[in-house]
């Protein structure tokens, strides 16, 4: 069994230092080493050895640079600018290894046959962590940890290290102006285990997230929207127009970034938080929870543009559409489902996603499409009288759609849960 545990680092003078340098050094490695992949793409991808106009033959092209080649070339970087000499050798190769991945997910297709986009350079400041791939088993000392060149740093161990876990990978992050760590750690005794559980009218709740109210529960418990990012909207909007107007490289246009990502910062906490407690609430009540398998990433796009014959844009409506997207993207929906999987699992709970076609039109009473808009927030149905709230209407669907399935148990594919924190 694998969990994560993040802690807040509180390093000295000389260590904030040393980390920054890292990530400088680290940044400008990632970045020759992706120009290196690019070049070549960009050279060698057509398949054409030769010209059939022109008698003479193209040049044959050059090796692609692989992860291998790339990792034995850190040996060159360090001769020619020594001050690689410093960063330690597995934090290097792990630069490499990141460049390797963003550049498989441009080049090679997933198993829906799609790609990811163009990997771009890393700018100052864009950088923000770096990998200790190993880590010693006696590195944690107390409320400190002993990181590979650069010694015992102190961190706020604000909740204990599971006893019989080993540490196994190190991550440092900078958020704003924190540090924090990653600790990933692992105990092979312990299986990941997914409880045989059938779900019942008793043991399961539906729920139905929302941007009115961030949720609401089959059994009419509904969880108020905090809005995190709205209530500090204003704020944000003051300070990037503030920032918009200093000079580049000058010292308040440094003091206002600092101001605006300390606000991202704390917004993002906040969120977490909510949805840590919301979570913990849910699964210390109840033994089977159910939820939409949800297309955030979907739900939350541009309206497509609208062309008339003579191919002028037409009224979309995407100005109504991007106040949506704004509440459904602050709701933070996909780390709040993923929290609540691994916190139902590590309570011997089950989370399930289920298929959230119908939930919204078909009655729960009995089981008639009800067409209904999106500004349309109450369900009453023609056919047999049933009048509720929508989102409860959508929670009774989704709680009834778990009951019908016979069982879910160990070979569900929605109920395999990653134990990552």
């Given at each position: ?18 980390f920054e340098s890292w990530l ?36 044959p092209p050059r090796e692609q ?310 500004k349309d927030r109450w369900h ?42």
């Amino acid at each position: 069994m694998k969990t994560t545990y993040q802690y807040r680092l509180r390093p000295n003078k000389r260590q904030a230092q040393i980390f920054e340098s890292w990530l400088e050094l680290c940044r400008k490695q990632y970045n020759f080493r992706l120009d290196e992949r690019l070049s070549w793409w960009s050279e060698n991808r057509c398949p054409v050895n030769s010209c059939s106009l022109v008698s003479c033959s193209i040049a044959p092209p050059r090796e692609q640079p692989n992860y291998y080649e790339q990792k034995k070339d850190l040996k060159t970087s360090k001769q020619l600018f020594p001050e690689y000499g410093d960063v330690h050798s597995q934090v290097l190769q792990n630069v490499v290894e990141r460049v390797k991945k963003v550049y498989e997910r441009y080049t090679v297709p997933d198993k829906n046959g799609k790609r990811s986009g163009k990997p771009r350079y890393k700018k100052v400041g864009r950088y923000r962590s770096f990998t200790f791939p190993q880590m010693k088993v006696d590195s944690i000392q107390g409320n400190r940890i002993n990181l590979p060149k650069i010694g015992l740093v102190k961190m706020i161990v604000h909740r204990p290290i599971p006893v019989g876990f080993q540490l196994k990978t190190t991550t440092i992050v900078k958020k704003a102006e924190h540090w924090y760590i990653s600790l990933v750690l692992e105990d092979v005794s312990i299986p990941e285990f997914i409880p045989d559980i059938i779900p019942t009218a008793e043991n399961t709740v539906g729920i139905d997230v929302g941007v009115n109210s961030f949720l609401v529960t089959s059994d009419n418990e509904v969880i108020k929207n905090p809005r995190w990012y709205r209530k500090s909207e204003k704020r944000l909007a003051l300070l990037q127009q503030n920032l918009s107007k200093t000079k580049r490289g000058s010292r308040r246009r440094r003091h206002l970034g600092k101001k605006l990502s300390k606000t991202h910062n704390k917004i993002a906490n906040q969120r977490r938080d909510f949805h840590h407690k919301t979570a913990k609430l849910l699964v210390d009540n109840h033994e089977v929870i159910a939820h939409e398998d949800l297309a955030v990433k979907n739900m939350s796009k541009r309206v497509a543009p609208k062309i008339d014959d003579e191919g002028k844009y037409l009224p979309n409506n995407q100005s109504q559409k991007s106040g949506l997207n704004k509440s459904i993207i602050d709701c933070g929906w996909s780390q709040f489902l993923s929290i609540l999987t691994v916190k139902a699992a590590k309570a011997g709970r089950l989370c399930v996603a289920v298929n959230p076609s119908g939930t919204s039109q078909k009655c729960s009473n009995c089981n008639q499409d009800v067409p209904k808009k999106l500004k349309d927030r109450w369900h009453s149905c023609p056919h047999c009288g049933a009048s509720l709230d929508r989102d409860l209407n959508a929670a009774l669907n989704v709680k009834q759609k778990l009951i019908q399935r016979r069982s879910v148990g160990r070979h569900d594919r929605n109920a395999q849960a990653v134990l990552n924190s």
